[in-house]
């Protein structure tokens, strides 16, 4: 027998019964600040970015070599893993800090060195070094970044400085260059090398790419409907290379004018010799290479294909990384780029056996989406998906995080 209908009485809503449930948020007037609360992750970042930058600068930070598929396949590698967490664990304090060459981070990451940064935004490398040194992680200077090495030292006197070097193929220069770092206080010396020369970026070439940014009809109807870029552009100090003269001429004639293809080991352990700080050769793609740097003794090896932008198909550095870790165990410390969007991208790095990541799109997104606001965001967006998936994992502590935490799934294997 079917339950008879409960009958309801209604009566008029009274005013103090309902208010209380009503909360009215309240409205935040600065403009950065608003958008930037609004961003909920890096890809967020990205739309902000895209949609405040001109096309030829965005696209330089957004692009890679050829066809991309480096880049997409890093970024898709990512995501093709399977996370295994443990239940009824104690994870109400977590502790994200690691120890990285020799010295303590309060994070698992650092900021990538990456070229032209003022013509992405004007803040540049000021706004990744000061945001690096308040968030307690490392921040790297690229040799063709905008802003001078002994400037960027004095904006974070207190933090963790170091200087990325392209070999070039006056050798004088480059290690003049390394001389200006040690005596700026730079702890930490990147090589770069897997530019022997410059990779395909074909949208740089499609939007006429120069240095400084070129006048055309085409870049002055896209930079309509973005005037605060322009106007921070024209009223700042003209954009200039940290470590060389002014150039004139499009970014691949630069780079390939610049980067030296006869580099290899005894250049590198030369470069080592001179150098008194630690050393991290960055651009590694298989285990060969990374056995041999570990017996030359360098003290990390960054897996990295440089964002996609050098050899499109080249390796996945995220696929490679236990084949390396096996083999070089705990010799040298293995650090790992190209692909990272997301905190838990960072996780499952480290659970497969990095010591370290770089960030390099990921910051470059926030910054042209909010200056210097915007690299706080982005630190502070990764840091609290590292946070949360430790804690999902069932893990209080980095050291926790071992590889039965994660499973590579495969796209992509090798026939045969």
Do not use: C
Not at 37 to 57: F, N, Q
Not at 327 to 352: N, P, R, Y
Not at 393 to 414: C, D, F, K, N
């Amino acid at each position: 027998m079917a339950s008879p209908l409960v009958k309801q009485h209604r009566r008029f809503p009274r005013p103090r019964d309902f208010l209380p449930l009503l909360k009215f948020k309240k409205p935040v007037l600065n403009p950065t600040r608003r958008r930037l609360e609004r961003a909920l992750t890096v890809w967020d970042l990205r739309s902000i970015a895209k949609r405040r930058t001109p096309k030829a600068a965005f696209d330089y930070t957004d692009g890679a070599a050829d066809a991309e598929l480096s880049l997409a396949r890093a970024r898709q590698a990512f995501e093709d893993i399977t996370f295994h967490p443990a239940i009824l664990r104690d994870v109400s304090v977590v502790d994200t800090s690691v120890e990285v060459l020799g010295v303590r981070s309060a994070l698992p990451f650092g900021i990538a060195p990456t070229g032209f940064t003022r013509m992405m935004q004007s803040e540049g490398e000021i706004a990744g070094v000061t945001a690096a040194e308040a968030a307690g992680i490392p921040y790297s200077l690229s040799t063709m970044g905008t802003t001078a090495i002994e400037d960027v030292a004095a904006a974070a006197p207190n933090g963790r400085n170091w200087f990325q070097l392209y070999m070039w193929k006056d050798r004088e220069r480059s290690m003049a260059l390394v001389d200006r770092a040690a005596k700026a206080g730079f702890d930490t010396l990147l090589v770069t090398v897997d530019v022997p020369v410059a990779g395909a970026r074909l949208r740089d070439t499609r939007n006429g790419m120069t240095i400084p940014p070129t006048l055309s009809p085409r870049t002055v109807l896209n930079a309509i409907p973005r005037p605060a870029w322009w106007l921070n552009f024209l009223t700042t100090e003209p954009l200039a290379f940290a470590s060389l003269d002014k150039w004139s001429g499009t970014v691949a004639e630069l780079l390939d004018t610049m980067f030296d293809p006869t580099v290899t080991f005894d250049d590198l352990a030369w470069i080592k010799d001179q150098w008194h700080g630690k050393v991290v050769v960055k651009g590694v793609q298989n285990v060969d290479d990374a056995v041999e740097l570990a017996d030359l003794g360098v003290d990390a090896v960054l897996l990295s294909n440089h964002g996609g932008r050098q050899l499109d198909r080249a390796p996945v550095p995220f696929h490679l990384l236990p084949q390396v870790k096996a083999a070089v165990g705990d010799s040298v410390e293995i650090h790992l780029d190209t692909g990272i969007m997301s905190g838990q991208d960072i996780v499952a790095a480290l659970a497969l056996g990095a010591d370290f990541t770089l960030i390099g799109r990921a910051y470059l997104y926030g910054l042209m989406a909010g200056g210097r606001r915007g690299v706080d965001r982005t630190i502070e967006i990764l840091t609290k998906d590292i946070e949360r998936t430790m804690r999902l994992l069932g893990v209080t502590s980095v050291a926790e995080l071992e590889p039965g935490h994660v499973t590579q799934l495969q796209r992509l294997s090798p026939l045969g």
